[in-house]
């Protein structure tokens, strides 16, 4: 066919299939009710009007809870008596409820949200034959999505024995008038608080005093509400603490955000007003005093580059000028790269200077992590030597006071004579729970902490500390049992639970 007789004939193409795609799209843009929702003909046969669509039902709630009671309201339009509710179930729309209304086409369906997700259209079936002949009526759908619910319960981390606590419940998703049940706990399992109902934000409140020191769990349970189940929320802890302070001992310093045992950490404490700094020594090849804690100089130095071949050996292996060339800073940041192992010198140095730089004062806790008495004399003896004032004959307000694991390292020729005060350290148990007498303060490992045994030493006449406790939660279980003091790597974080 020559090209010039193509014309018309791809114009009659193409006139046609516009033709027939206008027919497709104004039949098919109004969703048609399956066979199951209608009451005679199918929609959109021969002998049937067209279908119309409606706006989509309203939900009184915009998240349900599954099980939990929805209204579904709107308007299918007027001169409408019959109504049909169907849900959308296994790829086909099913009828659910049937309801008869009012001219005006107003209705209101009450559900339960069935699960996770639901989909929901109304639809008023065509009638024909009738004087008031219509088309079959069909809302958009609406789809409801479900949440899941949470019950929490918020208080102080701490307060006085005495003042009044403000335990605050939370119920998502939020329903005004839901009734909640707040329990606490005293040790003694579960009881009832108080029952009180949310406001319109899921919250209700309730203030109880603390009346003695110590611990009070507290938590919420959600009763069931029009369908939704009743749900137990997670227990929160508010600590009372007595009229005696508890006393905060910077573990290695303030260790938490700075290289343990270093200048840095031990200026820090000060900063942050801690009340003791306790602090490792040992003794080096040449006679001097290092800070370190552990046997060997790995963990918290770069000696495995620095000194490859002795890399396992301790401070005692070294002397003061090869350890001064460690780097002690950049196992804990980049930023404290460079930053050395202390002598005791230099460490009493910063000290004083941090404490006149913040104007306060404290205490340090000496301990020896060595190998006998001998090392024990030697250490007291370079701290007197340095500072004659820090340790009395008579009193226990030194600045200085000892503690070693090892209760033989302080039986030494002329011990008693000193007059230095010291921490013996409990961290396994003991069925005697005994110290020989002499021993200004025990320190109990947190693992073996507890109410009883604080009280069983300090019957003896000790102080009682603890370690480690680091985290507020365990900062305040310590003050809790009873104890003098926690040793902690966080100094300000602990002040401030212990209200300080």
Excluded: C
Excluded at 164 to 183: D, E, H
Excluded at 309 to 337: C, H, M, N, V
Excluded at 479 to 498: C, M, P, S
């Amino acid at each position: 066919m020559p090209h010039h007789a193509r014309i018309p004939t791809l114009l009659a193409a193409l006139v046609m299939v516009l033709g027939l795609a206008g027919f497709t799209t104004a039949h098919d843009s109004a969703p048609a009710p399956d066979a199951e929702s209608t009451a005679g003909p199918t929609a959109g046969s021969a002998s049937a009007p067209a279908t119309a669509t409606v706006a989509a039902p309203r939900a009184s709630l915009a998240r349900p809870v599954p099980g939990e009671s929805v209204t579904l309201s709107g308007s299918i339009g007027s001169g409408v008596t019959r109504v049909v509710l169907q849900s959308f179930d296994h790829g086909a729309w099913r009828s659910v409820q049937e309801q008869t209304v009012a001219g005006s086409g107003d209705y209101a369906f009450a559900v339960t949200q069935p699960a996770w997700s639901a989909r929901w259209r109304v639809l008023a079936p065509a009638t024909e034959g009738e004087a008031d002949e219509r088309a079959t009526r069909v809302s958009r759908p609406r789809t409801l999505f479900g949440q899941v619910q949470h019950a929490t319960t918020s208080t102080p981390r701490s307060v006085h024995a005495g003042d009044k606590v403000a335990v605050s419940s939370f119920v998502s998703p939020a329903r005004r008038g839901r009734p909640i049940t707040l329990q606490r706990d005293t040790g003694d399992g579960w009881h009832h608080a108080a029952d009180l109902t949310t406001d319109e934000t899921g919250r209700a409140t309730r203030t109880f005093e603390a009346r003695h020191p110590g611990k009070t769990r507290f938590r919420t349970v959600a009763r069931a509400h029009h369908g939704a189940p009743a749900v137990v929320g997670a227990a929160t802890a508010v600590y009372a603490l007595g009229e005696r302070p508890v006393g905060v001992m910077a573990w290695r310093g303030d260790s938490a955000d700075h290289p343990e045992n270093t200048l840095d950490a031990f200026r820090s404490a000060v900063r942050h007003r801690a009340d003791f700094i306790e602090m490792d020594f040992q003794p080096t090849a040449d006679g001097e005093w290092v800070l370190m804690h552990d046997d060997d100089l790995r963990r918290t130095t770069d000696v495995e580059s620095r000194f490859p071949e002795r890399e396992s050996q301790g401070p005692r292996a070294f002397t003061l000028e090869e350890i001064k060339q460690l780097d002690a800073g950049s196992w804990k940041a980049p930023r404290f790269r460079g930053t050395q192992v202390p002598s005791i010198e230099e460490t009493f140095d910063a000290i004083g200077a941090a404490e006149k730089a913040y104007g306060h004062d404290v205490r340090l806790v000496v301990e020896l992590k060595g190998e006998s008495s001998a090392e024990m004399r030697a250490l007291y003896r370079k701290v007197v030597a340095l500072r004659p004032g820090w340790v009395e004959p008579k009193g226990h307000s030194d600045k200085a006071i000892f503690m070693s694991f090892d209760e033989s390292h302080f039986d030494f020729p002329g011990a008693e004579a000193t007059g230095m005060e010291r921490i013996a350290v409990k961290d396994e148990p003991d069925p005697a729970d005994d110290y020989p007498a002499g021993y200004d303060q025990v320190h109990i490992g947190t693992g073996l902490l507890s109410a009883s045994l604080v009280s069983h030493y300090r019957r003896q006449g000790a102080e009682v500390g603890t370690w480690p406790a680091v985290g507020t939660p365990a900062v305040l279980r310590a003050a809790a049992a009873g104890v003098d003091y926690v040793t902690t790597d966080d100094v300000a974080a602990a002040r401030k639970a212990l209200l300080r």
